[in-house]
């Protein structure tokens, strides 16, 4: 279909009760807008150069509203729907169920003033509510919503928690660190892992304030742990807390975590960031000032699944990491998959050469733990050495 038409005086754009796919743009000449009501001709808008008609039919294909017709030379440029549909499919889900409810509030008001019975609202009927309020994307969207509310009572109502995951020397099995991870006790649904609420959080921009009482308090749980190690004449363990790639976008993120770090009277070389490649992709320039700035302030940095997204080696050269933690789907592979082990055995090597430092995580078994020795690989995360603990635990193992 051509991009511009020319339509003549009197000729009909589209007419009000059928279906249609495309909507138009005034370039040139006028157009009148018009509807039928109680066999009336109703003449409701006159649409000049630069005004859109025929949007509606670009969301879904509900039968046109109005009767549209040329009143002098017009020359239109067309906006097909399957120009527009990817464009909705792909757009967050709140904000296109957000647009089709509304088109569908607008279609109801128009419905009520044409006269119509305003009581029925029936799953048929195309104008109803429930044609749309109830269909998928809506339903995602409301629970999103909820989701949404309920992570900013959580954090008032403090129904976060940390866990620290231990972090051990292959050789000896010997506590090196901890890897503080979030939790969120909800009130009626128990326990929600935060592979659900994080993507989530950050989506809603509630990330930062989540990370940030996130760090406040593993570090106050490191303190409690350096305390009891340190009575039992055992070394400080370190601890890493995750950074959300969206926090690298914030100005503010250096200063905030030097103050955090500062308020815990912790010394900062015991304090290790963890960051995902995607921050190094999206932002590359914005990310190397701030983590060159989170080194200066002492903080350790790591490069979080290493493996898993873009992994370039320019960026082991280009930025500032001083460890990195290989991905447990190559650990849980490795045993069986002679490529998967082949790429930990190169991610250690590549890691020796560079003076990186690296951590193995999702170890389960004692056969891969001595795999990873074997391959040169000195300290290792997962469960056959300890899952998250809670800090009171956390706390016994860093005096035994
Ligand atoms: P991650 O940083 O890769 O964390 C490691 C995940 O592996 C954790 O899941 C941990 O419980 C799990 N894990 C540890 N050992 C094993 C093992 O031996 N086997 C298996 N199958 N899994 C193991 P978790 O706690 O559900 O965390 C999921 C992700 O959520 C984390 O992945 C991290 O990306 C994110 N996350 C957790 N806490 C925070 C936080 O405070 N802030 C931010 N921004 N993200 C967080
Ligand atoms: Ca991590
Ligand atoms: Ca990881």
New binding site residues.
Partial sequence: MDLKRIFPPGAVLFREGTIGDTAYIVERGFLDVTVVRLGEVIRVATLGPGEIVGEMALIDDRPRSATVTATSETEVMVIRREQIQNRLRNADVITGALLRLTLNRFRTLQRTMAGHDQTTDNENDPLSHKAFGLDDPYERARERLILEQELREALESRQFF??F?PVVALADHSLRGF?????WRHPERGLI???RF?AL??EAGL?HA??GW??RS?LDGLYQIHESAMAAGNPKPWLS????GT?FVDDTLVSTLRQVVQDSRIDPNFVTV?I?EGVLIDSPTVAEPILRALKETGLTVAL??FGTGYSSLSYLQRFPIDVI?I??TF??RMMENETSLQIVRAIVGLAQALHIRVVA????TPDQAAMLLGLGCPMG????FG??LDLADAIAMASR
């Fill in positions: 940390v866990q995951q890897e503080a991870l979030i939790r892992s935060p592979g994080v959080a950050e990330i989540i990370d996130m760090a593993a807390v995750n950074l959300s926090r963890e995902t979080d699944d933690k991905d447990l650990i849980r995580e999702g170890i389960e995360q997962g469960y056959l899952h998250p």
